[in-house]
């Protein structure tokens, strides 16, 4: 069972905007601004797209961005593209508990 | 370009050890935290724990502890990873990952290629 809670699944259709969720705890995402997001296609490494809850790495599409509301953080992918197909991956800091980074299970999101 | 190259796969049997090695380049070795994070075949991201590479602190998930050890080299700039006591559920890919900084879990970038790791007998 992972730390932080992923929906199994979402999809979109082309254009449209998506939001996946992860949900901690009030000692990892709701405690701290270091909640980051990966990017997995199949058989590659995982690939950064935002860092910090908001942040978004050099080379980056704006069309990713992430946010934060109490123990949950968003990943929001607007104007969704067929490349955007792929598992994505939400980890935190674990704080004072762990000191070492959380993963959320996973999400595959699916562009119809 | 900031890189990280991973020593390649391996086959062990049950009970055996195996050592990953990820050589950065690009920036200063000692300047960044490094991750290891591996990933069982169809499953999810899981970490192991973390290496300083410039004092050589070391904090292991608690899942690992007593049977993973991270060492550097910082004079050919090269994280590993031993894992001992193999067994067939550690069959996984194993990857290095750079922390972005400048606090410890800020965001991991970049990952290295990964090394698949089988354990078989």
């Known amino acids: 069972q992972s730390a932080l809670t992923q929906p199994a699944s979402v999809s979109g259709s082309p254009g449209q905007s998506i939001t996946i969720s992860c949900t901690g705890t009030?000692?990892?995402?709701?405690?701290?601004?270091?909640v980051s997001w990966y990017q997995q296609h199949p058989g590659k490494a995982p690939k950064l797209m935002i860092y910090?809850?908001?942040e978004r790495p050099s080379g980056v599409s704006n069309r990713f961005s992430g946010s934060k509301s109490g123990n949950t953080a968003s990943l929001t992918i607007s104007g969704l593209q067929a490349e955007d197909e792929a598992e994505y991956y939400c980890?935190?800091?674990?704080?004072?508990?762990?000191?070492?980074?959380?993963f959320g299970g996973g999400t595959k999101l699916t562009v119809l | 370009q900031v890189q990280l190259v991973q020593s390649g796969a391996e086959v062990k049997k049950p009970g055996a050890s195996v050592k990953v090695s990820c050589k950065a380049s690009?920036?200063?070795?000692?300047?960044?935290?490094l991750h290891w994070v591996r990933q069982a075949p169809g499953q999810g991201l899981e970490t192991m724990g973390w290496?300083?590479?410039?004092?050589?602190?070391?904090n292991y998930a608690q899942k690992f502890q007593g049977r993973v050890t991270m060492t550097r080299d910082t004079s050919i700039s090269t994280a590993y990873m031993e894992l001992s006591r193999l067994r067939s559920d550690d069959t996984a890919v194993y990857y290095c990952?750079?922390?972005?900084?400048?606090?410890?879990?800020?965001?991991?970038?970049?990952w290295g290629q990964g090394t698949l790791v089988t354990v078989t007998s």
């Open positions: 290496i300083n590479p410039n004092s050589g602190g070391t």
């Open positions: 990952a750079r922390d972005v900084g400048p606090e410890l879990g800020s965001g991991l970038d970049p």
């Open positions: 980890c935190s800091y674990g704080g004072s508990s762990t000191f070492h980074v959380v």
């Open positions: 690009g920036y200063t070795f000692t300047g960044y935290y």
């Open positions: 009030s000692s990892d995402v709701g405690s701290y601004n270091l």
């Open positions: 910090e809850g908001s």
